[in-house]
């Protein structure tokens, strides 16, 4: 994999009602890569995705650790009730220190 990582996909609705429960989906391109193989066959170095934080309106909503068992290009859906317009930030973070971000913005009306 190359020293960036891939702009991540978000799904989420552009609008709400006030007291909304809305569905938020998102996918991150990366091959988490383990680095175990057999002992015949050279492991390739380790690269995995670490954590996802999401954060609505600066606060924490949501946090995944991942670990090995975690699948290549992972895939997360959750619920968020909705109040009042917000800002999402998504930020996926690996073990080499990489991070990449996206933003979505969600209005009530």
Do not use: C, K
């Not at 799904?11 to 091959?31: D, F, K, N, Q, W």
């Not at 954590?51 to 991942?66: C, I, K, S, T, Y």
Request: hydrophobic share 40%; proline share 6%; net charge positive.
């Amino acid at each position: 994999m190359s020293d960036a990582l891939a702009p991540p996909r978000v799904r989420i609705p552009r609008s709400a009602r006030a007291g909304e429960v809305i569905e938020i989906r998102t996918l991150a391109e990366h091959p988490m890569e383990t680095g175990l193989r057999h002992a015949s066959t050279p492991a390739p170095a380790r690269d995995m995705l670490s954590r996802l934080v999401v954060r609505m309106n600066g606060e924490v909503l949501f946090v995944a650790d991942l670990r090995n068992g975690t699948s290549a290009n992972p895939y997360h859906v959750f619920f968020a009730r909705i109040d009042q317009r917000s800002t999402f930030t998504f930020v996926w973070s690996d073990e080499r220190g990489r991070t990449v971000t996206a933003t979505a913005l969600v209005t009530v009306g």
